[in-house]
């Protein structure tokens, strides 16, 4: 038995879970609530991401240490990534894990249009893979969507904030509308479920292929096949051969992520919620990919496979063909399209030779978005500059695959289990695609694919699988790189296995026939009547929808309608034959406006064709079922009359009042035609114009466009700020608090002046011994009136300012009470003098106990 292929050496560590979480405007809030709750000990690494202006010192970290024992770093620096560590970005910086690392950049987009979670979110699904989390947490526009697609495709864990909780809604919704979230949640809630389901998930898989095939366990045996049979019933896809451990590793995950602790738990969940199919059979096609991945393999196909297999092509047969399987979000039918186009240009000689690739991939998802050619700005970091700069133009914040490359790709959604396979083949890609199927249909794949592949064609496998046992099908051309030359003596080894499929089989069984007595009747004698008067007389018909789609067809309708090249269509628009096509649509259309039937009379079905035809189009309102609908009837009418009866007709003269009404008609026929020429002119001159002004109205929405993603940003990063001066502003309203009780504690009456001896603050203590109020903040030390018998306080205070040393005298009052002032400088945290401080301490009791002591 064929051993599954394995990876060539397994990871020397497994890597530390990441959760990344992205926020903007009002995320301070929600990113205190969320690491508040994570536990001190989970074993994960977090990276907080948050728009922030590029010009303002960052306040993030110190003030989210106060939500968390973990410690809380500023990225300044590249570092390694540890567990249970905060990482927060600092101003004008993009954050990428590469590796173990965590690589701040400067930033590759100006001001205004810049992604940060994405960028952060992207690297981390190239480099975690299903080891990482991302979040979306409060904030305005998009940023954030397409990281957690990535993420999502990668196997990662999504969540997103509910939007109802957060301060900015814009960044969670978007990412909830597009479909890549897993969990909705409250800050407060998410931690726990992260930390659940990475506990659920103990054993990491292989980052390049998956473990070996293993027995499934009799309890779960009965569930998986019943789940898997849900997914064939409702996807029409068949996972049976898929690796057993693949299937029970994702299923565990989809089950952590809705907290069910068991597979029949899970099997009830599906039939209660087919959504939840379409998400489990999406988890398994999870596809790994990446623009020019393994750069070694692609620089020896350019150099050493491509040429050779141009070389090989005559001068009758100047197209490469090329599939590649299991393309996922097409990365790679793109990246061997730039290679051979590179290829192109530096071999003059092949110049005139074209290529044609064929991707598939069983994700109608994954097809879509790839046929659309937009990707992430996030691939820079996979996309050499150059070639970034000649495939790729830049669109909505990521890059658009150029025109020329595109057109040389065709997109397919396609089961390479139970689909015919493309023939013919130069080059067949199907990297890393056959380590989640099990060894026998590796084997079967290896010889299908050999069948599919042209004499020296070539094969390219992921660096993770091989040939297997099916050395005599292919040679190794480059065996490093699974680069594999076809045997041309391998079809004698053995039949290729065709996939079909799978119906059930329909066993004959010779039955007896039954004797029915000659007075039986049968039991709806009318039914079967009026069936058999329909099919001897009912004109050919065909039942159609508002829009042309016919949704019934009755008797032989070839004669009048024939399908139409391309793409199957089944519209009485475009099936309708060339004569009858152009009345038929007009009678349609006015059947539907007046609500009553229209007769078209002796139409010629084909300009050279004697067949004529009458067409009656009735609008249906019986029953409610077709109510809406019209009918299309068609009845063979006499044919045309021959040259041989229009030549009797003439001879025998022709009715002058016809003869009048013709001419008449062609006149007018004429002046219509004079007049629908000039309106279409007018009509061109018009949409001309029109277009002009569409163009200048689509320059100037997008400059708007451009000023208000700045104004927008601009805005994020503020409320970032604000909230940041706000914590700032709250902490230090507690610290005045803190610093007003304490001096009230101490009962010293204590006196704030500036370095012009205004008055700035005291304590209530003050107004013993100088009549103060709250009105008089800012008022001279020279104009306040006091009990104390010090005339030289004014003085003093000068001296004390003028040579920073500290004053202390005794005072008696005009009442008899005794105070201690001390006159100090006021200095700041930053040692500068800004005034002085007076205190007064009342020493009344211990002067009264000297004066005592001293008369005894």
């Keep these: 038995m064929s051993e599954p292929p394995l990876a060539e050496s397994p990871p020397a560590a497994v890597p530390v879970w990441i959760v990344g979480i992205g926020a903007s405007a009002g995320g301070l809030a929600a990113l205190e609530q969320f690491l508040a709750q994570v536990p001190p000990a989970s074993g994960l690494a977090y990276v907080v ?82 080891r990482a989390v991302g979040v979306v947490l409060s904030g305005m526009g998009e940023d954030g969507t397409l990281g957690l697609q990535a993420i999502k495709t990668q196997g990662g864990l999504t969540l997103a904030q509910q939007p109802e909780s957060a301060q900015f809604d814009a960044m969670p919704r978007s990412a909830i509308a597009a479909g890549c979230v897993d969990i909705v949640a409250a800050p407060g809630d998410m931690p726990a479920r992260i930390v659940a389901l990475v506990r659920a998930q103990p054993r990491a898989e292989p980052a390049g292929a998956e473990a070996d095939e293993e027995g499934v366990a009799a309890a779960d045996a009965v569930p998986l096949a019943a789940i898997l049979a849900l997914v064939h019933e409702h996807t029409r896809h068949d996972l049976t051969f898929y690796k057993s451990n693949t299937l029970l590793r994702r299923i565990a995950r989809r089950m952590a992520i809705h907290g069910l602790a068991s597979m029949p738990a899970y099997e009830g969940f599906l039939r209660q919620n087919p959504q939840e199919i379409d998400l489990l059979f999406n988890e398994v096609l999870i596809g790994v990919t990446a623009f020019f991945r393994d750069p070694q393999v692609w620089q020896e196909l350019k150099e050493a496979v491509l040429p050779p297999l141009l070389a090989q092509r005559g001068a009758d047969d100047r197209q490469l063909r090329a599939w590649v399987a299991g393309c996922s979000t097409g990365e790679e039918a793109y990246s061997l399209a730039m290679v051979f186009a590179e290829v192109i240009e530096s071999r003059p000689e092949f110049s005139d030779l074209k290529l044609q690739i064929f991707a598939t991939d069983l994700s109608a998802d994954a097809i879509a978005f790839a046929r659309a050619g937009h990707y992430p700005a996030a691939i820079a970091h996979d996309v050499p500059p150059q070639r970034l700069a000649r495939f790729f133009t830049q669109h909505a914040g990521g890059y658009l695959i150029d025109p020329r490359i595109r057109e040389t790709v065709l997109f397919a959604q396609h089961d390479v289990i139970l689909d015919p396979p493309f023939t013919r083949l130069d080059l067949l890609s199907c990297r890393n695609l056959m380590i989640y199927f099990s060894a026998p249909l590796q084997r079967r794949l290896v010889a299908l694919f050999h069948y599919s592949l042209r004499p020296g064609g070539v094969l390219l496998l992921g660096e993770a699988e091989t ?183 003439v001879a025998q003269g022709v009715d002058a009042a016809v003869n009048e009404e013709l001419i008449r008609s062609r006149e007018e026929i004429r002046a219509l035609r004079q007049e ?25 929405n997008e400059e708007l466009t451009t000023a208000k993603e700045e104004a927008q940003s601009m805005n994020e990063e503020l409320q970032t700020i604000n909230g940041e001066l706000q914590a700032k502003l709250d902490d230090l309203a507690l610290a005045q608090s803190d610093m007003q009780n304490l001096l009230n504690s101490t009962d010293i009456a204590t006196l704030f002046l500036d370095n012009g001896l205004n008055v700035r603050r005291f304590t209530e203590q003050i107004t013993r011994v100088i009549h103060l109020r709250e009105g008089d903040i800012g008022r001279p030390l020279s104009e306040l009136a006091s009990t104390l018998i010090y005339p030289e306080l004014y003085a003093d205070v000068k001296e004390t300012l003028r040579t920073l040393a500290f004053t202390e005298k005794q005072i008696a009052t005009t009442d008899g009470q005794w105070f201690s002032v001390r006159i100090m400088p006021y200095r700041t945290l930053s040692n500068v003098i800004q005034g002085a401080v007076i205190t007064f301490v009342d020493i009344t009791a211990a002067k009264a106990l000297e004066s005592r002591l001293r008369k005894e």
């Design 49 to 130: 991401v948050q728009h922030l202006d590029p010009t303002h010192k960052g306040m993030l970290s110190e003030l989210l240490q106060r939500s968390t024992v973990m410690p809380v770093r500023e990225v300044l620096v590249a570092q390694n990534i540890e567990p249970d560590v905060v990482y927060v970005i600092s101003p004008n910086a993009e954050l990428r894990v590469s590796g173990n690392r965590l690589c701040p950049t400067l930033p590759s987009q100006p001001r205004g249009r810049r992604l940060p979670v994405d960028v952060l979110f992207s690297s981390m699904a190239r480099e975690r893979g299903a």
């Design 467 to 649: 040939v297997g046992r099916s050395q005599a099908l292919f040679k190794p051309l480059l065996p490093k790189s699974r680069i594999y030359a076809r045997n041309p003596r391998g079809s004698a080894i053995g039949a290729a296995l065709f996939p079909t499929h799978r119906r059930p089989v329909v066993k004959t069984v010779n039955q007896e026939t039954s004797l029915i007595h000659p007075y039986t009747l049968p039991v709806n004698l009318q039914s079967l009547a009026d069936q058999v008067v329909l099919q001897l007389f009912s004109p050919a018909a065909v039942l159609v929808n508002e829009s042309g789609d016919i949704v019934y067809i009755n008797g032989r309708t070839g004669r009048y309608l024939e399908p139409a090249a391309g793409k199957a269509n089944w519209n009485i628009h475009v099936m309708a034959r060339p004569g009858i096509r152009a009345q038929l649509s007009v009678a349609l259309r006015s059947a539907l406006q007046s609500r009553s039937p229209v007769e078209l009379r002796g139409l010629k079905i084909d300009d050279e064709d004697t067949v004529m035809v009458d067409i009656t189009v009735r609008p249906l309102a019986h029953p409610k079922a077709l109510e809406g609908m019209v009918m299309i009837a068609f009845r063979d009418a006499m044919p045309a009359p021959t040259a041989r009866s229009r030549r009797a007709r």
């Design 676 to 700: 629908m020429h000039a309106s279409q002119e007018e009509l061109q001159a018009a949409n001309e114009e029109l277009q002009s002004t569409n163009e200048e109205l689509q320059s100037a």
